[in-house]
């Protein structure tokens, strides 16, 4: 049983350039969570998204951050016209059951973002 | 609103010392959920516990052991006889019962030196 993959593991952007960052979530979760984790930081929160609806996305930057999960395939953030400052690693969770009970949520493996 | 405070931003060791992660959280449900994980070198996010609000009782396993006081809000982190491979960055961090994301504390980076 696979865990949750994120890939890439590593990704470097020239600033102005756009980052598609990809989650596969683990077999039979709908749910999928994007955390990012700036340098020397704990994980903060993003979005919260399932199958084709966004639930909350009180985290993310109002400007050049999106993020979709389709019916069919990965989850999908996307980065438009990086800055430095947007250099992380970025991690994405997953669950089976709505977030509004118990439920454990499983890290990927992040992807490292690095903006020249 | 929900916090979590990490106050050791590092800690040093020498390998076989214990060593106690201190973890301080805020919430206003009476129903949640605290973790603990594990950052090693390579980046990725290792699970090491669980813990209930509901269930106080404190937890071993091998060289780790948790202490959860909930009247002060406290879900400490202890490693007995430290070993190098012990190195890493760890995050507590909190989920609310009806909370839809977890909150993580700034992390405590362990140095554990031969």
């Known amino acids: 049983n696979a865990g949750v993959m994120q890939n890439p593991r590593h990704l470097v952007r020239r600033r102005g350039q756009e980052a598609r960052l990809r989650c596969s979530p683990m077999k039979g979760h709908s749910h999928v969570y994007w955390y990012r984790q700036l340098p020397e930081e704990g994980l903060k929160f993003m979005v919260y998204?399932?199958?084709?609806?966004?639930?909350?996305e009180s985290g993310m930057p109002k400007e050049r951050f999106s993020a979709e999960f389709p019916k069919e395939g990965p989850s999908i953030l996307r980065i438009q016209q990086v800055v430095r400052g947007d250099s992380a690693a970025y991690f994405c969770?997953?669950?089976?059951?709505?977030?509004?009970?118990?439920?454990?949520?499983?890290f990927g493996p992040g992807t490292r973002l690095t903006v020249l | 609103a929900q916090k979590v405070t990490q106050a050791q931003t590092e800690i040093s060791v020498v390998e076989k010392e214990d060593v106690t992660l201190d973890c301080v959280y805020e919430?206003?449900?009476?129903?949640?959920?605290l973790f603990w994980y594990k950052q090693p070198p390579s980046g990725e996010l290792v699970f090491l516990i669980r813990r209930n609000s509901f269930d106080e009782q404190n937890e071993i396993s091998g060289r780790y052991s948790w202490n959860f006081q909930k009247s002060t809000s406290s879900f400490n982190f202890t490693i007995t006889a430290s070993q190098v491979v012990d190195s890493a960055v760890y995050f507590c961090a909190l989920k609310e019962n009806y909370g839809q994301n977890f909150v993580f504390g700034p992390g405590t980076r362990l140095s554990v030196l031969p």
């Open positions: 969770a997953s669950s089976p059951i709505a977030a509004f009970s118990y439920n454990e949520q499983f």
């Open positions: 998204l399932q199958k084709e609806n966004i639930i909350d």
């Open positions: 919430t206003r449900d009476t129903t949640y959920y």
